[in-house]
C-alpha cells in the first residue's frame, strides 16, 4: 500500500505557530510518528504487500499541491491529505482530488468544528473517504488505519 501525505501552508511552521491551537511538535515529528504508525500497521504475514509505504509532501502553493495530486495518479494506493487553510478555499484541490479518484482521508490537527466560521466548509471532504479532526498529530495514524481498513474490506 502506497500512501502520499499531503500537507499545506503553514503545516512546516508547526511547533512554531500557534502552539495552544497545534501543540508543539515539529513537522519532522510528524513525518516521524505518522512512520511509525505505518510500520505498525504492516502486515508482515502478507509479505512484501503487507508494508504500508508512505511519501511525504508539504506545500505552501496551491498549485504545488494540485501538482502533487496529479503525479499520485497511478501511482499511490492512498492519499491523506491536511490542506490546511485551503481546505476552507480550495476548489481546485477538490478538483484534483476528484480527477484521480485516489481513496483519500481529509486530516485537520485542530478541531475545526469548534473554531471559527471561515472554517467550517471544506471543499475537499465531499470528496474524501472520511475526515478525522481535532486528534492532533495522531489523526494522521488514525487517518492510515482508515484507508488500511478501506483497503482490507474491499479486497
Ligand atoms: C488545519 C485547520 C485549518 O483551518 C488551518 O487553516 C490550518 C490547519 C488543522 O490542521 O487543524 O492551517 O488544517
Known amino acids: 500500500m502506497r500512501i502520499l501525505v499531503l500537507n499545506g501552508p503553514n503545516i512546516n511552521f508547526l511547533g512554531i505557530r500557534e502552539p495552544e491551537i497545534y501543540g508543539k511538535e515539529t513537522y519532522q515529528d510528524l513525518i516521524r510518528e505518522t512512520e511509525k504508525a505505518a510500520a505498525e500497521l504492516c502486515e508482515p504475514a ?45 476548489i481546485a484541490i477538490a478538483d484534483a482530488l476528484k480527477a484521480v479518484g485516489i481513496p483519500t482521508v481529509e486530516v485537520h490537527i485542530s478541531d475545526v468544528s469548534r473554531r471559527e466560521d471561515f472554517r467550517q466548509i471544506s471543499y475537499v471532504r465531499p470528496v474524501c473517504l472520511d475526515t478525522v479532526s481535532g486528534e492532533g498529530i495522531p489523526g494522521y495514524a488514525h487517518a492510515l488505519r482508515i484507508l488500511a481498513d478501506h483497503f482490507r474490506t474491499r479486497a
Open 46 to 90: 502478507a509479505g512484501p504487500e503487507g508494508a504500508v509505504r508512505l511519501d511525504f509532501f508539504q506545500s505552501n502553493h496551491e498549485g504545488a499541491l494540485v501538482d502533487a495530486i496529479q503525479a499520485a495518479y497511478r501511482k499511490y494506493d492512498g492519499i491523506v491529505i491536511n490542506p490546511a487553510a485551503y481546505t476552507h478555499t480550495s
